[in-house]
Structures are given as structure tokens and as C-alpha cells.
């Protein structure tokens, strides 16, 4: 088979955006290009006239001057998405650039072994086509520091000539081409000086990745190049970008494939055995520290959270107060001699590997290979999603159909009995007899079956992504096989390789891609994806498009991900990367002021109206300290929580499908449809739990209460389902009911005692927000930690009813079952009254929220709840004691005018 060289538009577009910058050029020809036998790219066009050249290109590209961030310098980008032919797009820019203006000198720097091994292998595929179009093939080589010859003739020679180089190659000092004083050197100079007399066009390929250095950039400008042509789909480094080609516009151009994702997610798995290996971190004379995520207990629940930097001899349980990691202490954290990789130890026996997680890989690895295993069948066979025949299958089109299975771990395919080859082989058979209605051999299973893993010197095949991506004979296996999987008469559907080596991957029948990982992946999205982006083949080597007007998921060109992980993160992640590439129309963000790091300290001091007796009068009336009392119930307690145990439902711990088909994407964010959802259970294990002990613990409760509790209540099917998940809905329900029965009771007293008005500081020194209040305020700014404080204190500065306010300090306590309470506003208000025209000063404690619902679960935490209702009965006790017609106390107050003055007496 002969892959299909085709015309297309718009990388006619993308040639030309670099082609026509040399408008008005004349040819090079031996007798203007030969320099002392040194054959040379001239150029005859002065800066003026490449910039209106420049111009002139992006008035066709439709590219807008900002945009392309213009310069004087002899730099092109051209931008494209991924799978969208960008290698080809630059070799046949060299060869219009030969054919149009005589420029024979070409040097490709690509960024490491697996894109030099492929751009060598697509100069292969299309070097007959190539020449049948142009009429010439130029010499097209890779550079060898054993071969310094071929160098000889790559300057000397009058025939074109590209060669390709790793930026490795040419960076370090010590490199051969850097070397002075060789036997062999051209001259008597290095052979980069050399270079540089020929003034070679540069190619860059994906120069992010490591181009842009300092020493990379020491070294391309000692070559001297006529011009520099950078090609990626993800720019860091933006000079006269000239052509442009999208994400978005590939995907509704039908430029690529189209996507579905079909996430494989843990789902109820709160407070499990579940831990990540997040980072590692050194210091020269410490030993080394740690940073797991795991599911931390917090108030409402658990969460999936990552630890502060842990060391030898902590204790899970006590960093994340959940019971389900009793018993993992730290015993090692240290990097293995073997695999050079970082490792933790616990005294458990229990060991994870940097950036490794602990889960349920068994039931997520089935299901991942059961539903690309569907899928699979599905489209060889002209189904969709649901079975429904919708066309002819992939094959019945002279489309082979592949899937490629990414993992991290060689040894979980590789061994006989390692747990991704056992599993295919389970599922494989079972959808094999679903779908074709006969159960497969032994052998047939193992013929569809295709593994590429890089082997170290000794033989053995290893997990080193360095090693790998250094290991060009991987590369070369993945290339040459290439094109031989794409035909029919190949048995090989199901290609295994090893996450790391993806970069290596662009076979366009790829239509299925999962990524079977027990540790991140630091693939990125777009990358991953982009393995399979590539439209179509048949057996005649030409691509095949889906038709206009394809109904939704019945094209021919869709790639269906399947991650373990939800769709929600899979898509957050993409498209965290499309912005990090493209940009955000909402980049900016609200700074506070810092100096050099840190905040700002500022002085509030008090002013005259401290003195003022309206204030004295306030404070001497709700300055008053009270104590409390409470009484329990402890058998209605009981009575209750029995209720509330039996009322728990826990969800069991299952592994969701879901099924999610892209329409479109854009910077704001992927347009897609569900299309829909399955769940499996899913294995869990936990530490052994005793409940009695941890309720009473946990809780006012005695032991005999709590034994009476747990004998009696009979939802133990929950208890089962997730044993600490039930503890925390259990221990959350019987603290609620002790507060309530705690609230019913409560009851205030005056000691006699009064908070001192002598406490209140002349200054304060402040990092905190501020409203100025120079008008009515006791301080002249009020120290604000939230919006509705800073509007509250705002309107109160400017009400004529009001004769002095103040932002209550830290001293204004008021004790509650719960811990202390401070409430934000103390506030003297001075009204008329309208029958005799005397005057009456009013006194309030304000507390504001962002609510004026004391039932606002979402806005008010329970505690903050609970502490406005201890605080009604505090301020109702004084209200006696000071003998006021009124309740001196609002809250929650949202606005000042309407949940505030509006409520007050008249």
C-alpha cells in the first residue's frame, strides 16, 4: 500500500503563507549561490520588502497583524492542529522553495529520536509522489557524527539537499560538530561554521519543545540561516505567525476525526483505601518528603485532597482524620536503584511509586477493555452505540479498523498472567461471541493482538521513558509496521504500546484509543488525542471523509478516548490546554496590593466619636458577658439518632461508563451530548471499624448510650457498603441532633461582668480589606473580610440617622456550646420621634452575611447557624438585663437598607 499524496486547501494555504514571503526574489544559480566551492541560499530582498511581503500574506490568511506579533526578523510560524499534515505541509514548502527560487540548503531540527524517525519515514511515503510533482527528489538524509562526509556534500553540492537533526545534536560543547581542530574538520573549521557559510533554511519542528533555550538559540544563530520556519500546533515562542489552522477550525472543517469520550470512573469510592504518590521533594541535608492525595474527612464529607509535605514516621490517619488509614504509616520514602524511580513504604507492607495511585485498577482496566472492545466491533461492523445497524462496517469500506491500548506498566501485558492480557483475553472472547456469534481460539485471540515495548541493552523489556524515547529501534519497529497495519490480510487489531512511547504514534486507522494507567499521565490531552486524530485510510492508501451532512455519530472518521477518569476532568484538562494555547478572553485577574510578596500593613486608628457618649451608652448596655447553661436529654437522644441511622443511605462503590460525543470545540469550552451512562460495581476494602468507640469519641454520648444506639438501629447494609462513609453521615446526624436538643434548652444569664471599654486599641495594624468610614466610624476605616461587610460599613458611614458605628474587635466575644462568636457590627442609631420630636438612641449588634435567611444551608455553614441562634438568646438576655424595648440584635443582614433600617422601629 502507498499512502495517497493529495492537494489540499489549506495546506496549499499554509505553503503559500511562506512561500510568497520571498516574493520578488531572484533564483539562485551556481554562478550567483557558489562561495569558494560552498553552494549557498542567497537573498536579494531587502527587510522593507519582506515585511510588505508579510502583509501581503496575512491579508490572504485573514492572520490579524497582532496576531502574527509581526517582527523584522527572518522567522515564520505556521500553526497547525495536530493530525492535520504539518510534516508534509514543510517538506513541500522546500520543495516549492527549491523549484520557485533555486534555495537548495534545508537543515530539520526535530526535538528527539521518535519525530526524527517518523519525518524520515513520511519523506519515505511520499518521495516518488513528491518528485512525480515537482520533477526533482532532494537528497534527504539524517545527520551521524560517525558520517561527517555526508556533511561534504551538503555544503558542496549543487543538488538540494535536507537534513534532519535531533537539537541535542548541535547544543553541547563537546558535541562533534562543535569540535575545533578535527583531522577531518572542513577547512580547518568546526563544521556548524561551516554550516553557517551556506546559510541553510532552518525547519523547526515543535520548537517548544526544547528550541527556545539559550543554548539551543546560541547554537541556531551561529548557522547563519536564510530564514527560520517553525511548525506547531502549540506556539510558546510566536514570531510573524503567519498561518494559522485551529483546534476548532480542523473540528468543524472536518479536517480531523471527530471525538467521543468514553469516560471509565470510580464512583462512591469516598473514605477507601485510595492513595496517590503526588510529589517528592529533596533538600541536600533533610531527608526526603512526600505529598499524597487521599480522601480527607472535612465537614460535610470527604474529600479528594492532597497532604502537606509528609515525612518518615507520620501516620495517614491523623494527616487525613479518616479511619480508613489506620495502619498506614510511613516506614520509607526513597528512590529505587533499579528503576531510578521514588518510592513510599508504609509499615504496612503497602508501596506506591511516584505519581502512582492505589485503586481498583482490575475493575477499571475490564471495563475500559471491555467498552474499546465494543466499540471496536461496533464500528468493524456498521453499528453505533446501541447495536443499531447504520451503515456498511469499517472493513466492508477497505478501512482496517485499529485500536491502540496505552499503558504504563510492561510487566502487566508482557507476563503470561499480567493483569491487562488476562483481561483482554477474557473480554476479547466474550464480545467475540457476542458480536460474531462464535467463541475464538486461543490463537486467534493472540493474532489480534499487536505490542510495540522498548527493551533495555540486556533484553529485557523496561517501564524507563527515558530509555524508551532514546531507543530508535522502537521507532523504527512502529514506522515500518505502519503501513502493513493498515491492510486487511493483517490480523492485528488491537495494538499495545507503552504510554510513553505515543509521540511515536500517528497511524491514521487508529479509532480507538484507552489509556490503561495506574499513575498520571503525562500525556497531555491534546496529545493524546491526537494520536488518533489522522482521517482515515483505505487499501488504496487515500483518504476516506465522511460525507456533508453525516448525521452525528454515524461518521466514518470517530475516534472514541476512553480514559479512567471522568468525562468532566478529561474535558476540564483539554481544555485547560486549549486556553494555555490559544488564550482567554477573561485573562485578568482582581490583585490584591502585595510589596515585593507581601501584603501591605496599614494603620486604622480611632477617632472622636470613640468619646462620644452615645457610644459609651452602647457599649455599656451590649458589652455585657453572660455564661450559659444547657440540659440533656440523653434518651431522646438515643430515641433520635436510632432514626437517623436507619434513615443513612449509602451508595455502593461502582466504576461508571459514560458515553459523551464532542460537537464542537472552543476556547470558551467543548459542546458536547450524552449520549449515555452505565454503571458496574466496583471492589473496595477497609480497615475493621468499631463503631461504639468511634461514636462516643466523637460525640457527647456516654458508652451506654452509644451501645443502646448500635444495637438497636438496623440499616447494617449501609455499615457494610462503606463502613467510614456511614461513620461520618452517623456522627454528623447524632452531633445535629445534639445541638438541637442542645438549642432547646440553651439559656443565657449576665455574670456581671462586662467586657472593658479600656481594651479597645487607639491603632491597629492591618493586612486586611478596608472601607473608609471617616464620617461615623469609631476607627476611621472598618476592617472588612467580606463584601457584604465592606457594603454594610459603606452605607452606615453615610446614613444621617446613624451617630457612630464600628467593626467589632476581636475581644467581642460571646461563648456558645460550639466555640466562641464574634459578631461583625456594633451601631448606635438616633431617631426623631414624629408626635413630640424627641429624640432615641438605639443600640444593635449586626451580624451580615451574603443571605438574609437563617434556613440558607448553602450560604450559612451549620456552625454559623447554630452560633446566630446561642447569640438570640445572648442578646435576649440583655435586652432584659438592660431593659430595652426591643431585640438588639439582627441577623443575618444581607443590605443595609432592606433586611436592616427597614425592620427597625418607628
Known amino acids: 500500500m502507498s499512502i495517497q499524496l493529495e492537494d489540499l486547501e489549506y495546506q496549499r494555504e499554509a505553503i503559500d503563507a511562506v512561500v510568497k514571503v520571498l516574493d520578488g526574489q531572484m533564483r539562485n544559480t551556481f554562478d550567483n549561490s557558489n562561495l569558494l566551492g560552498i553552494h549557498t541560499n542567497t537573498s536579494t530582498l531587502t527587510s522593507e520588502q519582506v515585511m510588505a511581503n508579510k502583509k501581503a500574506v496575512l491579508a490572504k490568511t485573514g492572520v490579524s497583524e497582532a496576531d502574527a506579533a509581526l517582527t523584522s526578523e527572518q522567522e ?48 519515505e511515503d511520499f518521495r516518488e509522489q513528491l518528485n512525480n510533482r515537482y520533477g526533482l527528489t532532494p537528497a534527504c538524509f539524517e545527520y551521524d557524527s560517525a558520517k561527517l562526509s555526508r556533511l561534504r556534500a551538503f555544503l558542496e553540492d549543487t543538488h538540494p539537499q535536507i537534513m534532519l537533526m535531533t537539537i541535542q545534536s548541535i547544543i553541547g560543547e563537546d558535541c562533534i560538530i562543535n569540535r575545533p581542530g578535527r583531522d577531518d574538520s572542513y577547512g580547518g573549521e568546526t563544521y556548524l ?55 476548532f477550525d480542523a473540528y468543524q472543517l472536518g479536517m480531523v476525526k471527530k471525538i467521543e469520550v468514553l469516560s471509565v470512573a470510580e464512583k462512591n469510592d469516598e473514605a477507601t483505601h485510595k492513595i496517590e504518590l503526588a510529589d517528592i521533594q529533596t533538600h541536600a541535608t533533610r531527608p526526603p518528603k512526600a505529598k499524597l492525595n487521599l480522601w480527607r474527612a472535612q465537614s460535610g464529607g470527604f474529600k479528594w485532597k492532597v497532604t502537606n509535605w509528609l515525612k518518615v514516621g507520620d501516620d495517614l490517619e491523623s494527616a487525613s482524620g479518616n479511619l480508613s488509614y489506620r495502619g498506614y504509616v510511613i516506614e520509607r520514602i526513597f528512590k529505587s536503584l533499579h528503576d531510578g524511580q521514588w518510592r513510599l513504604k508504609f509499615t504496612n507492607g503497602v508501596e506506591l511509586l511516584a505519581r502512582e495511585r492505589a485503586a481498583d485498577f482490575s475493575g477499571l482496566f475490564r471495563q475500559q477493555l471491555h467498552w474499546l472492545i465494543r466499540r471496536h466491533f461496533q464500528k468493524k461492523l456498521g453499528l453505533d452505540e446501541r447495536n443499531r ?42 464480545l467475540h461471541s457476542e458480536y460474531l456469534k462464535e467463541t475464538p481460539t486461543d490463537e486467534q485471540i493472540a493474532a489480534v493482538q499487536g505490542y510495540y515495548f522498548a527493551k533495555t541493552g540486556g533484553g529485557e523489556y523496561t517501564d524507563s521513558e527515558n530509555a524508551m524515547l532514546k531507543n530508535r529501534e ?51 490531552k491534546r496529545q493524546e488525542i491526537g494520536r488518533g486524530l489522522r482521517i482515515c485510510r483505505n487499501q488504496d ?106 434513615r443513612i443511605v449509602i451508595s455502593a462503590q461502582e466504576i461508571e461508563t459514560s458515553l459523551t460525543r464532542i460537537q464542537e470545540i472552543q476556547a470558551e469550552g467543548l459542546q458536547s451530548t450524552i449520549i449515555g451512562t452505565e454503571t458496574n460495581a466496583s471492589r473496595a476494602t477497609f480497615n475493621p471499624l468499631d463503631l461504639v468507640e468511634e461514636i462516643s469519641e466523637n460525640t457527647a454520648l456516654s458508652y451506654p448510650a452509644v451501645f443502646k444506639i448500635v444495637q438497636r438501629f438496623q440499616n447494617r447494609a449501609a455499615v457494610v457498603k462503606n463502613p467510614p462513609r456511614f461513620l461520618a453521615h452517623a456522627l454528623d446526624a447524632i452531633r445535629r441532633i445534639e445541638l438541637d436538643e442542645m438549642l432547646r434548652s440553651l439559656s443565657y444569664h449576665p455574670t456581671g461582668d462586662a467586657i472593658s471599654l479600656s481594651e479597645l486599641l487607639a491603632e491597629v495594624e492591618t493586612s486586611l480589606d478596608l472601607e473608609p468610614t471617616p464620617n461615623r466610624g469609631i476607627y476611621d476605616h ?125
Open 76 to 123: 515564520i510560524c505556521i500553526e497547525m492542529e495536530t493530525g492535520t499534515g504539518k510534516t508534509l505541509v514543510y517538506f513541500r514548502t522546500m520543495y516549492e522553495l527549491c523549484k520557485e527560487y533555486g534555495l537548495t540548503k534545508f537543515i530539520v531540527l526535530v526535538p528527539s529520536i521518535a519525530i526524527k524517525e517518523g519525518t524520515l519515514a513520511a519523506f
Open 193 to 247: 561554521a561551516a554550516l553557517s557559510k551556506c546559510r541553510p533554511i532552518i525547519v523547526m519542528d515543535e520548537p517548544q519543545e526544547g528550541m527556545d533555550t539559550d543554548a539551543a538559540k546560541k547554537r541556531i544563530a551561529q548557522l547563519n540561516p536564510l530564514a527560520i520556519l517553525r511548525y506547531s500546533a502549540t506556539h510558546k515562542t510566536v514570531k510573524n505567525r503567519l498561518y494559522r489552522l485551529t483546534p
Open 389 to 430: 445497524p447504520v451503515g456498511p462496517g469499517l472493513p466492508a469500506r477497505g478501512i482496517k479498523p485499529l485500536s491502540l491500548i496505552f499503558i504504563d506498566r510492561v510487566d502487566n501485558y508482557i507476563k503470561d498472567d499480567g493483569i491487562i492480557k488476562t483481561l483482554f483475553r477474557e473480554e476479547y472472547r466474550a
Open 474 to 524: 522502537i521507532f523504527d519497529l512502529i514506522l515500518r509496521d505502519k503501513e502493513s497495519l493498515l491492510r486487511l490480510d493483517n490480523p492485528v487489531e488491537f495494538i499495545f504500546s507503552h504510554s510513553a512511547l505515543g509521540v511515536g504514534w500517528d497511524n491514521p486507522n487508529i479509532f480507538n484509543i484507552a489509556t490503561l494507567n495506574q499513575s498520571y499521565s503525562e500525556i497531555k
Open 541 to 646: 492508501g487515500a483518504r476516506v471523509y465522511d460525507a456533508e451532512g453525516t448525521p452525528e455519530g454515524r461518521e466514518i472518521n470517530l475516534l472514541t478516548v476512553i480514559p479512567n477518569e471522568t468525562y468532566e476532568t478529561f474535558a476540564t484538562q483539554y481544555q485547560a490546554q486549549i486556553l494555555e494555547d490559544y488564550g482567554s478572553t477573561s485573562a485578568s485577574a482582581r490583585l490584591r496590593q502585595n510589596d515585593r510578596g507581601r501584603p501591605v500593613k496599614r494603620t486604622v486608628r480611632k477617632t472622636k466619636l470613640a468619646d462620644d457618649p452615645a457610644f459609651k451608652a452602647f457599649w455599656d448596655r451590649l458589652a455585657r458577658k453572660t455564661d450559659y447553661t444547657v440540659q440533656f436529654r440523653e434518651d431522646e437522644v438515643v430515641r433520635r439518632a436510632i432514626e437517623a441511622l436507619d
Open 782 to 906: 472598618a476592617i472588612c473580610h467580606s463584601q457584604p461587610e465592606h457594603d454594610f460599613a459603606h452605607d452606615a458611614d453615610r446614613d444621617n440617622e446613624v451617630v457612630c458605628f464600628l467593626k467589632l474587635p476581636e475581644i467581642y466575644e460571646i461563648p456558645t456550646p460550639i466555640g466562641s462568636y464574634h459578631p461583625d457590627f456594633g451601631l448606635v442609631l438616633r431617631r426623631r420621634a414624629l408626635r413630640d420630636g424627641t429624640e432615641n438612641d438605639y443600640y444593635f449588634v449586626i451580624e451580615t452575611k451574603s443571605t438574609n435567611n437563617l434556613d440558607d444551608t448553602r450560604a450559612l455553614t451549620e456552625s454559623e447557624r447554630i452560633k446566630i441562634k446561642c447569640a438570640l438568646k445572648h442578646f435576649q438576655a440583655l435586652q432584659i438585663e438592660a431593659k430595652l424595648t426591643y431585640l438588639p440584635y439582627k441577623a443575618p443582614v444581607k443590605e443595609y437598607k432592606g433586611d436592616f433600617k427597614e425592620t427597625l422601629p418607628t
